[in-house]
Every structure is written in C-alpha cells, then in structure tokens.
C-alpha cells in the first residue's frame, strides 16, 4: 500500500472545514503508513473528530492501489450504516476526483446472500466500497435461489440425479412446498434446475419477466458446495415419495429441515 495519499483526494475544501481536513489526511497518511509495516490500526478519536472521512480516505488510496480498482469492506453496526453511505456521498462529491470511477453500494448489505453476491460483480459493474452489518455474517443464510442450487450441485453427475431433480420440481409446490415459497412452482424449479445456476437470471427473466437485480446465485456457492457432504441432503430428497402419500407433509419437513442445515454449512465454507 502506497505510504501517501493519492493525489485524486483533494488538498483543500471550504474554508470553514480547511483545519480538520488537513489534520484528517495527516491522520490518513500516518495510518498508510504503519499499515506498511503492520496489519491493523486502531482510530480512538474523539466522537466528531472525523474518523469516517479518515477511514474512506484510507479506503479509497487502497482501492486507488490496485490495477483494477479492487474492493474494501467496511463492516460497520446496524444502527449506523445507512449513515455511512450517506457520508461516502459527501465524502465522494466534496473531495474526490470525479473521474476515479469509485463506487459505494447504494444501500447498506444486510444479508450473507446480498453480500456474497457484491463480492463477485463483474469489474464493470461492481460497487468498490461495500459498507455490510456485523449482523450480515451472522445471520441465517435463506434464500431459495441459494438453495435450489444447493440442490443443483448436489444432485449433479449421480446416477439417478435427473429423477432426483423431477422429484424437487414435483413436491416444489408454491408456498406449501418443499422452499414455503409461492414463486418457486414446479415449473419454475424445474426450468432452473436443467440450466446451471449461473443461467438462472436469464431464465428467471423468461419464466417470470422478472429482471433480478443481480445474479441469484454467488459463484462462491459452488466452490463450498464441493467441500461438504451431501450423503444426508441426498438422502433427505429421495425420502420424497414419487407420488403423493399420508407421509408427505413429514417428509417434505425432513426435507427443509436438512437443506436448512446444509445451507449453513455452505456459509461457514
């Protein structure tokens, strides 16, 4: 990491704001340079001294830093992490170089799914300041599309995987169905499940006109997905009777019950 600031943070600001500022990039460059010699750094100022405009100064030299311009995550408390986006804006219009083509997501990441998903972007698209709660790493990951492809990569290559699969599309039946989920009908599950995940937009798109935001489903997943043992999850599937039975409601229970447990598994990889 370069021991200075870049020259895209501007020197100067309002008269008014000139004083702080230049003790806020003095500060900034006194941490780049001892992240040069070691790994962390605590900012103990006092509450108003600027230690947002600090820490974003930092930020954007290590962003600046990289060829392409990289990522950096800032993992602030729920109550204030909307304030944190609002003071990149300040901090982006008031004293950057428009044209760094720095990007800072629009709203807080408050999910693991949301946030796995902004870390895989494509360069062209991809926020390059994502401000994420603490609560995001630590909630339940619960997102259908993540566990549909759970599925996907757990039911693919076997032997008897494409009856598996007819066999999710079957009992995936609205919001009484194996994900409790109205959107995901049988035909819908079933379209997903014969394209691989990473076509899954696309084909989202042309089952529901829906355009999704993003893709549904982090490349990340299925790195995670070949390090954990679906023995269970396979079995739980093929309890799935072929037809309807007094044992289906127990089944399809046994059934969320161990994806729910997979799924959280996949996030701790």
């Given amino acids: 990491m370069p021991g200075l600031l870049t020259d895209r943070i501007r020197t100067t600001t309002e008269h008014r704001f000139e004083a702080a500022w230049t003790r806020q990039r003095r500060t900034a460059t006194d941490i780049l340079q001892r992240l040069k010699s070691q790994e962390g750094v605590i900012l103990a100022d006092q509450v108003g001294m600027g230690k947002t405009y600090v820490a974003l100064a930092v930020a954007v030299n290590q962003i600046l830093s ?133 076509k899954w937009r696309a ?25 954990f043992d679906r023995s269970d999850l396979l079995a739980a599937i093929k309890g799935l009777p072929a037809n309807r039975s007094p044992e289906i409601k127990r089944r399809l229970e046994e059934a969320r019950s161990k994806l729910s447990e997979v799924t959280q598994n996949a996030w701790k990889h």
């Fill in 66 to 198: 990289t060829p392409e311009l990289g990522q950096v995550v800032i993992f602030v408390p729920p109550a204030v992490a909307d304030k944190w986006v609002r003071e990149w804006r300040k901090f982006s219009e008031s004293l950057l170089d428009p044209h760094t083509g720095i990007r800072c997501v629009d709203r807080p990441v408050r999910s693991g799914e949301e946030f796995l998903k902004k870390l895989d972007d494509p360069p062209q698209d991809r926020a390059h300041i994502i401000v994420v709660t603490h609560t995001a790493l630590t909630a339940t990951l619960k997102d259908t599309f993540i566990q549909l492809a759970l599925l996907h990569y757990a039911t693919r290559c076997i032997h008897d995987g494409a009856e598996l699969r007819r066999r999710i599309a079957k009992w995936s039946d609205g919001q009484s169905g194996l994900f409790r989920n109205k959107r995901f009908t049988s035909g819908h599950v079933a379209e997903l499940l014969a394209s691989p995940p990473a």
């Fill in 203 to 227: 084909v989202w798109k042309r089952l529901t006109g829906e355009t999704l935001e993003d893709d549904p489903v982090p490349e990340a997943l299925e790195g995670a997905a070949r390090r």
